[in-house]
DNA sequence: ACCGCCGGGTGCC
DNA sequence: ACCGCCGGGTGCC
């Protein structure tokens, strides 16, 4: 069974085919040239805006060059003929101005028509109406691609080899992606550059030179990809627009890593180690006098400012909006020893306590000339220009240079939830004991939501989620009112759809040097680059007409030197290694070995005889299905039979209450509505790692439609406004109406009960047998190891409590209905080297992000297979990974002739289909659906 | 001349 | 705009 329902044709998730076919060219002319600013060179693209609210003319369509400055208009004739195909979106109109840049009253524009198929007629018929006729493609040049593409003549910075001009097929296209990122013997690649002495970590040859490169991109200013200068203009060869002011490159990029190589530890020395011109950040050295001094006062020049918690002491009034993550590892688990390292500072509220200009240990290394950005604008602090103008004027007079600029100081790190506690552990771990960091969690619901405080951290680490719920509030949000130093944004592929509100709020941050650290850099297609690519504002990419026109269209079209730009530009700002790349001939990461045994379990015969039983009846509903063709349908009834089957393998107790009434559809609106949120219980707790067919990340909020089919609820409702009047299901089509959908009661919190229930009356299975026996096997043969023991289900782990605490074997526990502050606890426990510290840890299948850090275990009982691969691999990886000194052993218990073994054979299936994964179009819907369906009879033996 | 022609004023949408 | 268009001035040869 696929991760995901999904198919084809979700909204937002439109892919590179919908770019449209060419339908034709046609020549007009843009007028009132004299009125408007924009230039334009000869052959340079242009953008066609509709601009319908102009009080001469409601057809009116603006011309504007690539900088976006107005050029002219469309002659008004044709403009009342493109008007209505602009508006009704029924075709993309493009412009290339042929020649003119010294035309002073009008020039002409070559114009292409872009669109699809299905929408060709209505677009010839609108132009013939008002005496136009398209022409055919001009060859060669133009077409909507630039001009010079052909030519080769591109410039130094865009050496593509000439393709022959055919279209590639799809597997070489593949191939052709697979290069992307092979090219790594680049100098500025592998040069390497140590930490700085704030970094108590040292740093493996692949991260210093990350570290270098990094450094060495923010630092440097050469011209960003595609850009050379020419006669004291700086020319963009894809475009060919020109202009005299210099194009920034990104202070930034994309380090996109294999996951367990150590992103977060190279971000960590990169924000320690680059302030400005390569200086490190002027963090407080703190002798150990002094340190104890500090934390014992409440003086106001202290570093902290009296909100420091050095003592580990929970703080006082007014500073709850961080309290979840006062608590973290370092201050209160008690299975830890006190570090001094960094520390999250509280804030009683803005400026009530300390003089801000005092920052005495700053001062020392502040300074010297900086980015040609002005200093705090006052606008940003409305309310305290008054005291930034101090602070200014005090750094300005104890700089070391005479430079009166405001640097700004502190890095943004916008990460998903599951991460967050991950950048805590590690700026703990890798801060030097000697030096001071200050932190900001910025996350819960009394976060301090005054922008100076955020501006004067270190560092502030905040999630996707308040990020994007900050956008929308009234006042603005604070994290949108600092300039950032840097903007670093974890798991970056997060903000792959555009129109996600994460990601909107995530392009808004103001900051110049921006990072998108990433594991997987380019999923599905060249489509999830563009908000990556508009993140890091390189231009003119960042507007999505020009990425359009320039790189996703040439590529998808296979364009000769499409691939090429591509390649090129992707080269110029991403580092990628994986887990195979070698440096100066050693593997990156020499990881202990890793084995995966499958251990068979057999049922009892009572076990049997009701596996047996619920599967008979099980099997006859999907027949029937299959016979009527309504599987899919009847999808969630049928993940429920599977469902069932699944819990059974484990324990007969984890399926007791079931009876979702394989339904008739004349039910009042309460039971229906009963019956929905059953079925979407039935899908979130499958275990089947279901994505949300809109934004293809886990759900977040899920509701679920009529059509029983799962959504994120933002993902669903802009749906529904996107397609006004009449919504449709992005998966089946069906009538989508907001008062329709269901949302998921809140979550009842099943695990107390579960464990309740289990005290009274606990038995075992067979396979909870099989697992005791290995666990105390292995207690006996080497009493120091320690475990993971991973299932999807929580009720199961549930009851494996039972016979841990009967073997008196310490365990911890960790899913995903915990609260962040107990899972850091639990892990920080786990992880914890002490005698007397759990040996065992329950593990939810998909607890955690990738962050996660179980290095501790060295033994991983799964206990269920999993519907996808990857996620047993991404668990596997989470004691199997940098830190890790021992071989690990992964056990996976399958019990014999049951849906368990089924499953593996579609595993081994899907690890064959994701070798050759890049997919460049997606499967068809139907080819979605006849593979669903040939795996549920798979796994039912039908 | 209810025309033609001339030449100045003027000019996007 | 070295155009087109507008509208006022003008009017045999």
Redesign the pocket.
Known sequence: MADTPSVGDAPGAEDDTDLGVLYGTLRGSV??L???TGIVNNNEMVALQREPN?P??K???KVNNVNGDQV??????L?AALAGIMDNKLALVEGVVPYGAKNV??MPVQMSFWGKEENKEAVLDQLKRHGFKLAPPLKGSECGFGSKWISGKAGPSYRAPFHAPVQLTPEQLISEFDKLFEDLKEDDKTREMEGAEALGTLLLPHQKQALAWMVSRENRNNLPPFWEERGGFYYNTLTNFAEKMRPQDVPGGILADDMGLGKTLTTIALILTNFQDGKPLPVGKITSERFRQESGTNSTSNVGRGLCEDSGKVMGPGASGIKKFDTTPLKTSSCLPKRGKAKKRRHSGSGSSGQPGERPLRQAGTASCVEEDTGFASVLFPSSACLKRQTKRKVTATAENNCSVDVPRATLIVCPLSVLSNWIDQFNQHVHRDFHVNIYVYYGSDRNKDPSVLAEQDVVLTTYSILATDYGIRDGSPLHKVRWLRIVLDEGHTIRNPGAQQTRAALSLEGRRRWVLTGTPIQNSVKDLWSLISFLKLKPFSDQEWWRRTIQRPVVLGAPGGLGRLQCLIRSITLRRTKTSKVKGKPVLELPERKVLIQHVTLTEEERRIYESVKKEGKAAVSRFLSEGTVLAHYADVLGVLLRLRQLCCHPRLCIDTASGLSADNKTPEELRETLVSKMKLVLSSGSDEECAVCLESLTCPVITRCAHVFCKPCIFEVIRGEQPKAKCPLCRNELRAEDLVQCPQEEETDPSDGKKSDQEWTPSSKINALMHALIELQRDDPTAKCLVVSQFTAFLSLIENPLKESGIAFTRLDGSMAQKKRAEAVQCFQSSRAGSPTVMLLSLKAGGVGLNLTAASRVFLMDPAWNPAAEEQCFDRCHRLGQNRGVVITKFIVKDSVEENMLRIQNKKRELAAGAFATTKPSAKEVKQTKINEIKALIDV
Do not use: L, M, S
């Open positions: 007028v009132g004299r009125y408007y102009n001469y003319d057809n009116a369509v002219g208009h469309i002659k008004k004739e403009a009253f009008t």
